[in-house]
């Protein structure tokens, strides 16, 4: 079955730089949310989008943006980054019409600021 | 505001030995969801089971079993026969308010590892 896709799997950026991760959920899945997890740590919620709109938005930097296309997929556009942005950020999705969805995770993007 | 407590940092168990997980979660929600990952050592995040709030029936799938007790706010995970495969990080989370694409709130995890 088809998982849930993310681009890049690592990446490598300097301070003050920017950086995009993109994301493409499971086909039919409306919904998508970011996740940034440091080390030892666990996943803290960022932000999601349903149909295209902003849902939820929980502990993201200004500095970040995010939004989601009419193809459903996700861009994470991460700017003027800093150290403790190295992380790895995960995507997921889920289908609407579920209350508390199950929510599927991509493999994550490992970013690394140096 | 939601919260999620694994007391438990790091277990440590040999092959073939059953091992609970335990999760505590608060919430003011009467609708909510509570859910657990495994997250092994090459770091995607999979998921293992939803429960509802008006649910608590335990369930088993295989060697995992999940006890729900609403009256303790727990919802613990057990592993019957660990094998080594199961080493990994588990990790608890609780989605509160019932919306269709409500966030997950993760406890801090758990990390097993079973010794051969």
């Known amino acids: 079955a088809a998982g849930v896709i993310q681009s890049p799997r690592h990446l490598i950026k300097e301070k003050r730089e920017t950086a995009t991760l993109k994301c493409y959920p499971i086909?039919?899945?409306?919904?998508v949310y970011w996740y940034q997890q440091g080390p030892g740590q666990d996943p803290q919620f960022l932000i999601s989008?349903?149909?295209?709109?902003?849902?939820d938005k929980g502990s993201i930097p200004d500095r970040f943006s995010a939004q989601q296309f009419s193809d459903y997929h996700s861009e994470l556009n991460m700017s003027s980054l800093e150290l403790g942005d190295s992380a790895l950020y995960f995507c997921?999705?889920?289908?609407?019409?579920?209350?508390?969805?199950?929510?599927?995770f991509g493999p994550g993007t490992r970013l690394t600021v140096t | 505001a939601q919260k999620v407590t694994q007391a438990q940092t790091e277990i440590s168990v040999v092959e073939k030995e059953d091992v609970t997980l335990d999760c505590v979660y608060e919430?003011?929600?009467?609708?909510?969801?509570l859910f657990w990952y495994k997250q092994p050592p090459s770091g995607e995040l999979v998921f293992l089971i939803r429960?509802?709030?008006?649910?608590?029936q335990n369930e088993i799938s295989g060697r995992y079993s999940w006890n729900f007790q609403k009256s303790t706010s727990s919802f613990n995970f057990t592993i019957t026969a660990s094998q080594v495969v199961d080493s990994a990080v588990y990790f608890c989370?609780?989605?509160?308010?019932?919306?269709?694409?409500?966030?997950?709130?993760f406890g801090q995890g758990t990390i097993l590892t079973v010794h051969p």
């Open positions: 989008f349903y149909e295209k709109m902003q849902s």
């Open positions: 919430t003011r929600d009467t609708t909510y969801y």
């Open positions: 989370a609780l989605n509160a308010g019932g919306t269709s694409y409500g966030k997950l709130t």
């Open positions: 429960r509802n709030s008006f649910d608590e």
């Open positions: 997921a999705s889920s289908l609407a019409g579920q209350a508390g969805p199950e929510q599927y």
């Open positions: 086909p039919r899945h409306d919904t």
